[in-house]
């Protein structure tokens, strides 16, 4: 599965922006109920809550100053971020997400409009402390165009700046078993399955890649050396599920709690609906 080493060089001096076109309309339709429909729901708190715990254990906001961020959709991120006194940019390829981004939060985060083609030209990210992207913004991202983006990015950061990202893998143990209790058996491990899957964002469709932790690990290996890997819900479930789950609270309540007691074990990640993973620039 992994891209052969081989083939690297022919990889790393494509153009971006030649390989890599976003859908951002299908982002606009979700942006005025993102916050509702994931950001402020059950589910969506319980799994932002798992991605702070780990930012804070990892030390890595110590002795940071300025975080770039990749993705911020409605800027409930950057908000916590600026409200522990960091200095924000916060960016996102969906001027619809932007504009409520703006609306909503902060004054003095700096939030625009910017493709994922665009970041490595970006100024701004060669002055960060922290480069961070939550939540599967970087699964729009085929493992070929993540390997020319990581490059990219590195072209850009100073030694010692990290990149913190919170990605989906190819496969979700728990998702795994809600199909089967509802008896959908085809969908049974559909991430891994070869390709992309088009997901359902407000009536759109977008193409969503699934890389497994050793994946992106491997992906880093030249430019970064990797930190931290962790779960970010092994037990929690993904957020599509939330009104199911809302009916039955307790059950969510009980499967937060083991998150907690056992979210900490590295090896989880590869099945759960997220993970962490923390690079720092070689």
Known sequence: ????????????????????????????????????????????????????????????????????????????????????????????ASSEMVKVAQSKRNPRINFYQRNFQDIS???????ADIVFSNFGGLNCLSEKELRTFFYDLALKQKVGNYLAMVIMPEYCLIEDFYFLFKGKFSKINRRSKKGYLEVDVNGEKVKTFYHSPSTVKQLLSNDYQVELIKPVAFFIPPSYLESFFKRRIGVLRFL???????????????????????????
């Not at 060089?9 to 005025?32: G, H, K, Q, R």
């Not at 970006?122 to 002055?127: F, S």
């Open 1 to 92: 599965m992994l891209v052969d080493c081989c083939l690297l060089v022919i990889v790393v001096v494509a153009p971006f922006n030649s390989m890599y076109s976003p859908n951002n309309e299908s982002f606009d339709a979700a942006a005025a109920t993102y916050d509702n429909d994931f950001t402020l729901s059950e589910i969506g708190k319980k799994q932002r809550n798992r991605v702070f715990h780990w930012l804070k254990e990892s030390k890595i906001l110590n002795n940071s100053k300025r975080v770039f961020e990749i993705n911020c959709g409605t800027g409930y991120d950057a908000e916590w971020f600026f409200n522990k006194e960091f200095e924000v940019i916060a960016t996102d």
């Open 256 to 282: 937060n709690f083991l998150e907690r007691i056992f979210g900490s074990f590295s090896f989880l990640a590869k099945s759960s609906d997220h993970y962490l993973i923390i690079a720092k620039r070689k």
């Open 121 to 127: 030209i970006d100024e701004n990210v060669g002055d």
